[in-house]
Antibody
């Protein structure tokens, strides 16, 4: 059974870069057909899709974040990562990594990490 | 971007009662592209229903989905205490996949 685990700093200063890594276990990130995604949830609020990457490196970014966002994949480590630059308090959220069903059903998530809270504050 | 609205915001019911949630889309959504997730307190969301009416692996048959076009529903036929959660609808047919604001289920 595939499991995902987020890691990274829980506190980031305003204007700096938020960096998170998701480690995939119990399966290969190179499994064809899946996309590897980041989704966030502002405190007490709903869910917002950030973006996804395939194991080949093709990406989709939410247009609202695109100018600040980079998602990358490291198949040798079975990991994928998120970098969000120039963060503000509005980027404070629980960040989830997730597996979505890929080209057959993009944006449909069947497996989630436990989530990690990132707070943007000086 | 497709905007989803959900009603009611909160539902307070007793165990054994029937719970029905509504999800309305700002434009038509393919029946293949409507999903429901359950998020229990302190946990990540979990896929319940995909393709409007198909239950995900391990989901009990008291959960059912329906609808078409812009109006979709999730029904829990007999509420159990462990169903305390927020339920989100999501459309995955047009990018970015957007979620509704959620319906919170409280158990009396």
């Amino acid at each position: 059974q595939v499991q995902l685990q987020e890691s990274g700093p829980g506190l980031v200063k305003p204007s700096q870069t938020l960096s998170l890594t998701c480690t995939v276990s119990g399966g290969s990130i190179s499994s064809s057909g899946y996309y590897w995604s980041w989704i966030r949830q502002h405190p007490g609020k709903g869910l917002e899709w950030i973006g996804y990457i395939s194991y080949t490196g093709s990406t989709y970014y939410n247009p609202s974040l695109k100018s600040r966002l980079t998602i990358s994949v490291d198949t040798s480590k079975n990991q994928f990562s998120l970098k969000l630059t120039s963060v503000t308090a509005a980027d404070t959220a629980v960040y989830y990594c997730a597996r979505d069903m890929g080209a057959a059903a993009p944006f449909l998530v069947d497996c989630w990490g436990q989530g990690t809270l990132v707070t943007v504050s000086s | 971007e497709i905007v989803l609205t959900q009603s009611p915001a909160t539902l307070s019911l007793s165990p054994g009662e029937r719970a029905t949630f509504s999800c309305r889309a700002s434009q038509s959504v393919s029946s293949y592209s409507l999903a429901w997730y359950q998020q229990k307190p302190g946990q990540a969301p979990r896929l319940l229903i995909y393709g409007t009416a198909s239950r995900a692996t391990g989901i009990p048959d008291r959960f059912s989905g329906g609808g078409s076009g812009t109006d979709f529903t999730l029904t829990i036929s007999r509420l159990e205490p462990e169903d305390l959660a927020v339920y989100y609808c999501q459309q995955s047919g047009k990018s970015p996949g957007t979620f509704g604001p959620g319906t919170k289920v409280e158990i009396k």
